[in-house]
């Protein structure tokens, strides 16, 4: 009885043993001393029972504590930090830590000094006038390569990348998308190649309402291509956020918030786009936390 309310199942080994032995004591006592023994052995009985009973029980304690230190440690870091290729393998915990603070004081000035308006209220975006998707025609990084931009970006986003051979193609790999935090196994074909699909961080259509229409179209083509802009991320993530600012849309994953909205904060400060009100307010928000 004394066993189960001092928790007996959580001591170690030892303690175990030590007040079953001494629960088999008391019990000859208790059974011997009513013909052998005075009530003041058996009072001296009890109190040995129950102080080794407390000693166990104090030391089981400890080592569940000690364990559960070693095993559940400090908790994340707020901010998770993406290694291009090197995504959590299957069944893993999502990788948490903190991104050097100057990126995000950085990322605070240049959302400071982005301008602020309202949104274009013009009806008339249309994916074609970003050019063909994922031209290798295009002046930013991994342009004139020889793939498609697809390609890069999943041959970059992927870990335990397999590339079909003399090809640009990725064939399978794992990502973990940054998005939600979920791991999925990527395996090229015409009915799994969708598992994973690349996100314009801004949104073309965000763009094109907040400065976009009046380039030029290699301009809108390198945009749409530049992989600062893109990330491979989960089939749903990319349905979800679709054409959102951050005004009305943030990454499920509270741990990719303050990269998302510095890369954001930078894409649009690389090319001279501007923010409504409401988007300022929310990238403030997370910017400010980071």
Request: proline residues 5%.
């Amino acid at each position: 009885m004394w066993a189960d309310r001092l928790g007996f199942d959580s001591l170690s080994a030892a303690a175990r043993g030590a007040c079953a032995q001494a629960l088999r004591c008391y019990n000859f006592g208790m059974v011997s001393g009513a013909s052998e023994t005075t009530g003041r052995r058996r009072r001296h009985l009890l109190a040995a029972v129950l102080a080794v009973l407390v000693v166990g029980a104090v030391a089981g304690v400890l080592f569940w504590q000690r364990s559960a230190a070693e095993e559940g440690g400090s908790g994340a870091a707020p901010t998770w930090r993406a290694v291009p290729g090197k995504s959590a393998p299957p069944g893993a915990t999502p990788s948490l830590a903190a991104e050097p603070t100057p990126r995000f004081d950085i990322a605070r000035r240049q959302l400071a000094a982005l301008e602020v308006r309202g949104w274009d209220r013009t009806s008339d975006y249309q994916r074609h006038r970003f050019g063909q998707a994922w031209s290798d025609d295009v002046n930013v990084e991994f342009g004139h390569n020889g793939c498609n931009t697809r390609d890069d970006i999943l041959r970059r986003d992927l870990n335990t990348l397999i590339v079909r051979p003399s090809t640009c193609f990725a064939q399978s790999g794992t990502l973990f998308d940054p998005y939600t935090g979920a791991t999925i196994e990527f395996l090229r074909g015409p009915r799994t190649s969708r598992s994973v699909e690349i996100d314009h961080v801004v949104a073309l259509a965000d763009a094109w309402f907040k400065g976009a229409r009046s380039w030029d179209a290699q301009r809108r083509l390198d945009f749409a291509n530049d992989p600062r802009n893109l990330l491979a991320v989960s089939q749903q993530a990319n349905f979800d956020k679709a054409f959102r600012d951050a005004a009305s849309w943030l990454p499920p994953n509270p741990g990719y918030r303050c990269d998302f909205a510095a890369r954001q904060v930078e894409v649009k400060t690389a090319y001279g786009l501007w923010l409504s009100v409401k988007e300022k307010r929310a990238l403030t928000a997370v910017l400010a936390q980071c």
